[in-house]
Structures are given as C-alpha cells and as structure tokens.
C-alpha cells in the first residue's frame, strides 16, 4: 500500500477517535456551565472587555506581575499561539506531501517564527519545571504557593508540551531531508536537526516523516485530553471568564443580592428568594466558569494574609473545593437542568435520577466544621491536592469561610480573573440570614449597628464629642436650621464611627477638620446625623443590616443634597462612592489623603519640608487593592519631608491589617496574628513611623506595635495617620 495512504488512514482514524472523545468532553463541560443560575451584566461594555482580552489574555499582564514565571507563560502561551499553524500543516501533510498553508504557507518569516517559538517553548517549560522543582511543596510545605495543587498533573503537561516540541522538530526536519518542507528557507532549528538525520537516506526520512506526523497529531490530541479533564482546562475558559469579569475599576464593590436579574426588594422578598449560597447548585453560569477557569498557580495563596498566618484559608483551596463539588454534583445539576427553587431546596425528580451514593454526596453539608488537630492549618490538604478527610465532612469549613479580611489580594493577583470575594461574600451571607451559623462574636457588632448606628454601641450624641476638642468652629448640618446643604459648603465631612468613637481615630479626624480650616476650605459634618454606612455588617453577610443602613443614607444624602464627600475611613470611602450607587446614592466622594495632597499642589497647605524622620507607610487595602490609590499618601509624606522606606509588601502587593472583611469584630484563634506580621515587617524597616491612611490599620498596627513594645522590641515606634504627620509638618511652617 502506498505510504501516502497509509500516513493518511492512520491519522485519519487517530484523529477522529481522539476528538470524539475531546469533542464529548467539551460539551460536557458547556452543558455543566450553563446549569448555573443567570448572571447578570457579564457581557456589556463590551469595549472594555475586548481590551481586557488584549491586556490580560493576549498581554499577559496579570501574569507579568510576577516576571520569571510570567515570561515563561508568554512563551508557552504565545509559543502555542504561532505553533497553531503547525497543527494546520502537520494534518494538511497526511494528505498532501508538500503542504502549505494557503498564502504565508512560504513565507520564511513564517518559518522562522515556528522554530523561534518551538524553542522559546522549551525555554518556558524548563522554567517552568525549575520553579516547581525550587518550590515544591513536599520540600516546602505551606510555605510553597503549590501546597494543595496537583503536581503530579503539572508535571504530566509539561512532559507533554516537550512531547509535542520534539515530535514537531522530528517530522519537520525529516521533511527538509525529503524535499516536501514548505519553507524553503528561515526555519532555522528544522533545517539543524535535519542534519542529524540526514545521513539515513530519503526512504528512511521519509518513514520518520510518517511516523513523526502520527506521534505529533497524537500527542496534540492526548494533550488536549489531558487539558479539558485537568486544571489545564483554564486554556480554554481563561479567556471565556477574563471577557466576562466584573470590570470596575480596582476592586469594586460587592455584588447586591439578585433576584430575576435585578437587585432583590428587601422589603418585599420573594419566597424564592436565594440570601447568599448555600449548596453547589445555587451558584451562577459564571460562578462555574470561575471554578473551572482556577490555574490552581496559587499567586493567591501567596499573598493571601490568612493562609500566611496558618489559617486554612486558601483562596486558590477554596475554589478547587468548590470545582471538585461542582463535578462530583453534576449529575444532579445536568438532570435539574438549572432549576430555580427556594434556598437550600433541591430538585426531588432530579434527585430520583441518581444513584443512592450519589445522593449522599449531594446531600453532604455545604458549610460547616471540618477543621480536627490532624488537619489544623491545611484543612485537610496533602500537598498534592488530594484530601486525607471523609467526605462526609462539609465542602466549605467554617473556619475558612471566616478567616477572609476581603483585603482582595487574591482577585488582585489572580491571572485569570477569578472572583474569590464575591463567592465567599456570598456563602457567608447564606450563613448569616439562612442558617444563623456564624461566629458568636458578629451578634453584637449586629445589634450595635442595628440599634445604635455604630458596631462599637456608642451613643449617636457623642458622634460630636470631637468637635469640643478643637479651637476652630466646626459647622454641623442642621444647627442652624438648613434642609440641604448650604450652597457655600465644599464638601461634606463624613466622620465616620471610627472617626467620631475610637480614640486614635478621633486624632485622625481633628488633624484632618484642622487642616481643611486652615486652607480654607468650607466644610460641614453631619453630626449625631451621621449614621454607619453599613460596611462591617455587609462584610459580615448580614445584608439585611446593610441594606436598612444604606437606603436610611442614602435618602438622607439625596434629601439634603450632598453632592462632595470627604472621608477619613477607606471602608466608608469604598461603600459610598463604590457600593451606594447599587442604591440610587450617586456621589463625589474622595478620601482625605487624596483633597490633603491637592490642596498641597496648589499651595493651600504649606508643610516645611526639612529633612525628617524615617516613615514607612503602610497601604490600607480598601484604599489601595479596592480603590486604586496608592500615590496620593505617599506624596503627601514626601511633602512633609520625612525619609520614606518602602516595605517588601507594599503597594498592590501589600499585606493587610487584618481588620477587614469584619474581622476587626472577631476574635483570631487560629495562626498566628495578621496585624503582628503586618507590624513586624513595618518594625524591621527601621522607621520609627508607621504611617497609616485608615482607622481600622490605625487600630491594628498600633496593637501591634505596642505589643512588641511590652516584649521589649520596636522601641521608639509609632503608628501615626498621614493627615496627622501633614498636621504636624504644617504647624512647624506656622511656628517658623
């Protein structure tokens, strides 16, 4: 039989038998996706999100941030991009002997580029495999960002990827030998390694041809096997869940609760109704694609502050659990077909479709308490991804549902867009209005929000306690009988519970009221008018409470007509300028480090700037990873003179307080302390200021400092507000 035919039936039937199999898989997996519930705004602005296919998916930016195993990425990602034409060529070559592709199937660029990228390929793999051999999490433990992934599948793709390289150098350069190469010249790495074979003669080339064509086509297919049943599968849905992410602007807000494509009317629910999720099967079509799209890389892990203080919090952990349960319930999810039922109501005839074991895994608890001596700190993780726990232990534990701060390093970091805040945002909204399972310490910041308008239970009359500490008027909305805010008022001062009750907040506040009088700038506070935003409560899953406290604002801002809001708090920034909007509250809100270091630029605050003290500076991640800012402080300490020093986490990479995600209201058993580990890194700058741009880090880092203070260590160092040490420098100018 002719070779030509026989090339061409081989590799015929190995390809149609192997995309069967790929092609069954792959409609597996989109029917999976689509049982999820609706979505809702994952494909407008569609503008946006084309530039984001550029940046992050075809730019690799995210992946950038990380040079060395991001550039590494861009040759394998770009390398497979180029060496696509190969699969056209290497299938045209059963059929026809010299086949090229039509048009630049000549071209020696075209050529060169193929061996270029082939070998940039190889260079990336090798990168690849040092990285994994230098972090390897038998060696390393937690310690490696890979504790908890499947290593032993990594290693079986890049062993692949080398597979494909050499199979495609081996057919190709045979075909330079034999005379049928497309390119006649450029292909620089084919032509060399023809010169290994050449010797062995046409015939011979020719069958090494042959066989070299089947071993690649086969390799390819077995590759794409492999991808579409492993975490490889983000090749494929990276690009699906970049295009539609959330798109705001940093961070961004939570997601209100939806109902029917809109926000849920809390005052008028649904029986229906989903408060949160609760079970695998009340999640999202996008939720899904999240899970499959995980890279398992765990950039999260690395930066996530929980899981450096041995907490068995693992952003990149929780999201395989909820991919592996998302697998193990498809069955059930196929046979419901998306039904929509009540929260925690399952489909009974789907149900009576499954077998009775797979009954019992449906039925396994979602959320709730897993965590046992043998598992303290990995939650039940081995170092390769494979659980050593029963499954009859709930798929989410407690305790690392609670140990998230929401300082959104995660989503930050994350290559491929995953929203890990919203998914645990979401579950512990299920854990607080469903099932009333949450930690004991929450109930009172509830009750105290609730009843009092502020999580510390403070009286609204003290809200103006401050104002009697300074010596400068202080105008307060409503005094002098105003229904709206008077037309030669800047901006309205949002003060803030912290800034009205805490002490060290109260410093903040005063530093900020007198900096904004001395440059003249007309400002009002609202008083024992003011009222919390809601932000502890949300971050805590009670969105009820939230809701009752956003809409009483937000009526009350439209009804006065706030227009420009300042504010000391990150936490109060993020939830009115980014959150409120959700609710018809539509304002100019800036944060004071940001008004403080314009009106410095334009010489309405004169600080001297003498050479200072050593200041480092700590970002807040509400102000930083969920507002973007991060200039503003940093420019204002400058201004002041004073000698700043960066730590190794800072900026976007920064590492959190530990207060956030209502934790400030939670007690922290497990690990180690995130503000003692924040503290100490600030400590070891050397700087004897710490400088802050939020309350709630103003809190966090001053307990820890002073605690290291008590074992005899950090001595001299103080934890101090931007706007305090602008106060400061700003006086001396006055004095001088």
């Given at each position: 039989?002719d070779?030509m035919?026989?090339?061409?039936?081989?590799?015929?039937v190995l390809?149609?038998?192997?995309?069967?199999?790929?092609?069954?898989r792959?409609?597996?997996?989109?029917s999976?996706?689509?049982?999820g519930?609706?979505?809702?705004?994952?494909?407008?602005?569609p503008t946006i999100?084309v530039?984001?296919?550029?940046t992050?998916v075809l730019?690799?930016?995210?992946?950038?941030?990380?040079?060395?195993p991001?550039i590494?990425?861009?040759?394998a990602?770009?390398g497979?991009?180029?060496l696509g034409l190969?699969?056209?060529?290497?299938?045209?070559?059963?059929?026809?002997a010299?086949?090229?592709v039509?048009?630049?199937g000549?071209?020696?660029?075209i050529?060169f580029?193929e061996?270029l990228?082939?070998?940039?390929?190889?260079?990336?793999i090798?990168i690849f495999?040092l990285?994994?051999?230098?972090?390897?999490p038998?060696?390393?433990g937690?310690?490696?960002?890979?504790?908890g992934?499947?290593?032993a599948?990594a290693w079986l793709i890049?062993?692949?990827?080398?597979?494909v390289?050499?199979?495609?150098?081996?057919?190709?350069?045979?075909?330079?030998?034999?005379?049928?190469f497309?390119?006649?010249?450029?292909?620089?790495?084919s032509?060399y390694f023809?010169?290994?074979?050449?010797?062995l003669g046409?015939?011979?080339n020719?069958?090494?041809?042959t066989?070299g064509?089947?071993?690649?086509i086969?390799v390819?297919?077995?590759?794409l096997?492999?991808v579409?049943?492993?975490?490889?599968l983000?090749i494929?849905?990276?690009p699906?869940?970049?295009y539609?992410?959330?798109?705001?602007?940093?961070l961004?807000p939570?997601?209100p609760?939806?109902?029917?494509g809109?926000?849920?009317?809390f005052e008028?629910?649904?029986?229906?109704?989903?408060f949160?999720k609760?079970h695998?099967?009340?999640?999202?079509?996008?939720?899904y694609?999240?899970?499959?799209?995980?890279?398992?890389?765990?950039?999260?892990?690395d930066?996530?502050?929980?899981?450096n203080?041995?907490k068995?919090?693992?952003?990149?952990?929780?999201?395989?659990?909820?991919?592996?349960?998302l697998?193990a319930?498809?069955?059930?999810?196929?046979?419901?077909?998306?039904?929509?039922?009540?929260a925690g109501?399952?489909?009974?005839?789907a149900l009576a479709?499954?077998?009775?074991?797979?009954?019992?895994l449906?039925?396994?608890p979602?959320?709730?308490d897993r965590m046992?001596?043998?598992?303290?700190?990995?939650?039940?993780?081995?170092?390769?991804g494979h659980?050593?726990?029963?499954?009859?232990?709930p798929?989410?534990?407690?305790d690392?549902l609670?140990?998230?701060?929401m300082c959104g390093?995660c989503?930050n970091?994350c290559p491929?867009?995953?929203e890990?805040?919203?998914?645990i945002?979401?579950m512990?909204r299920n854990?607080v209005?469903i099932a009333?399972?949450?930690?004991?310490e929450?109930?009172?910041?509830?009750?105290?929000v609730?009843t009092?308008?502020?999580?510390w239970?403070?009286n609204a009359?003290?809200?103006?306690?401050?104002?009697?500490?300074?010596?400068?008027?202080?105008?307060v909305?409503?005094?002098?009988g105003?229904?709206?805010?008077?037309?030669?008022?800047?901006?309205?001062f949002?003060?803030?519970?912290?800034g009205?009750?805490?002490?060290r907040?109260?410093?903040?506040?005063k530093?900020?009221?007198?900096?904004?009088?001395?440059?003249?700038v007309?400002?009002?506070?609202l008083?024992?008018?003011?009222t919390c935003?809601?932000?502890?409560a949300?971050r805590?899953?009670?969105?009820?409470?939230?809701q009752?406290q956003a809409?009483?604002?937000?009526?009350m801002l439209?009804?006065?007509?706030?227009?420009?809001?300042v504010v000391?708090?990150?936490?109060c920034l993020?939830?009115?300028?980014?959150?409120?909007?959700?609710?018809?509250?539509?304002y100019?809100?800036v944060h004071?480090?940001?008004?403080?270091?314009?009106?410095v630029?334009y010489?309405?605050?004169?600080?001297?700037?003498?050479?200072?003290?050593?200041?480092?500076?700590?970002?807040?991640c509400?102000?930083?990873r969920h507002?973007?800012?991060y200039?503003p402080p940093?420019?204002l300490?400058?201004?002041?003179?004073?000698?700043k020093?960066?730590?190794g986490r800072s900026?976007?990479k920064s590492?959190c307080c530990?207060?956030?995600?209502?934790?400030?209201?939670m007690e922290?058993?497990?690990?180690?302390?995130v503000n003692?580990?924040?503290g100490d890194?600030a400590i070891?700058?050397g700087a004897?200021?710490?400088?802050?741009?939020?309350?709630?880090?103003?809190v966090m880092?001053?307990?820890?400092?002073t605690?290291?203070?008590?074992?005899?260590?950090?001595e001299?160092?103080?934890?101090?507000d931007v706007?305090t040490?602008l106060l400061?420098?700003t006086r001396?100018k006055?004095?001088?």
């Open positions: 039989m070779q035919l026989i090339r061409a039936i081989v590799g015929t390809a149609i038998a192997l995309l069967f199999f790929a092609a069954k792959g409609m597996f997996l989109f999976l996706a689509r049982t519930r609706q979505s809702v705004g994952r494909f407008t602005d999100r530039e984001a296919e550029a992050e730019g690799q930016r995210k992946l950038l941030k990380w040079f060395i991001g590494a990425h861009v040759f990602f770009w497979f991009l180029v190969t699969i056209i060529e290497a299938f045209g070559a059963l059929y026809v010299d086949f090229a039509p048009i630049i000549t071209w020696a660029i050529g580029a061996d990228f082939a070998i940039l390929v190889l260079v990336g090798t495999a990285i994994r051999l230098t972090n390897d038998r060696k390393e937690r310690a490696s960002r890979f504790f992934s499947h290593t599948g890049l062993f692949m990827i080398f597979n390289v050499w199979t495609l150098f081996l057919y190709r350069a045979a075909q330079v030998n034999t005379g049928v497309p390119f006649p010249d450029g292909a620089f790495a032509e023809a010169t290994w074979i050449n010797g046409i015939h011979t020719e069958w090494i041809e066989a064509l089947w071993l690649n086969g390819i297919l077995i590759l096997l492999i579409l049943n492993s975490k490889h983000h494929f849905t990276a699906v869940n970049v539609t992410s959330r798109r705001p602007n940093a961004g939570l997601q609760i939806m109902y029917d809109k926000p849920l009317d008028d629910p649904p029986e229906d109704a989903l949160g609760g695998i099967s009340e999640f999202t079509w996008k939720n694609v999240d899970f499959m799209a995980c890279t398992e890389c765990g950039r999260c892990q930066q996530c502050p929980a899981w203080t041995e068995p919090l693992s952003p990149k952990l929780l999201i395989m659990d909820l991919r592996d349960n697998f319930s498809s069955e059930y999810l196929l046979a419901a077909k998306g039904t929509t039922l009540g109501e399952l489909d009974e005839a479709t499954l077998t009775p074991e797979q009954q019992e449906l039925q396994r979602f959320i709730g046992d001596t043998k598992h303290a700190g990995t939650d039940g993780y081995t170092y390769d659980r050593d726990f029963s499954l009859e232990l798929v989410i534990g407690n690392v609670w140990s998230c701060t390093a989503v970091q491929v867009d995953i890990h805040v919203d998914h945002a979401d512990r854990q209005m009333s399972d949450f930690p004991t929450l109930n009172g910041m509830f009750k105290n609730e009092k308008g502020n999580p239970g403070m009359a003290d809200r103006n306690s401050w104002i009697t500490e300074v010596d400068f008027e202080v105008r909305f409503g005094r002098d105003e229904n709206t805010i008077p037309a030669d008022i800047e901006y309205l949002w003060v803030g519970c912290a009205a009750f805490e002490d907040a109260k410093k903040t506040t530093a900020v009221a007198e900096l904004l009088h001395t440059a003249g007309n400002f009002m506070v008083g024992d008018g003011e935003t809601g932000d502890p949300r805590a899953g009670n969105e009820f409470i939230y009752m809409m009483q604002n937000v009526e439209n009804e006065i007509k706030a227009t420009k809001i000391t708090c990150p936490h993020n939830t009115l300028k980014r959150e409120y909007p959700q609710i018809g509250g539509n100019d809100v004071h480090t940001e008004l403080l270091r314009e009106l630029n010489n309405r605050l004169t600080p001297v700037t003498e050479p200072g003290g050593s200041v480092t500076y700590h970002d807040p509400y102000l930083g507002n973007n800012i200039l940093r420019e300490l400058e201004a002041t003179g004073a000698k020093i960066e730590m900026g976007d590492f530990g207060a956030g995600g209502a934790r400030m209201w922290e058993k497990i690990g180690t302390q003692k580990n924040r890194e070891a700058t004897k200021t710490i400088a802050v741009a939020c309350p709630f880090c103003s880092l001053n307990d820890a400092v605690s290291r203070q008590q074992e005899g260590q950090a001299g160092v103080v934890v101090s706007a040490l400061e420098a001396k006055v004095v001088s």
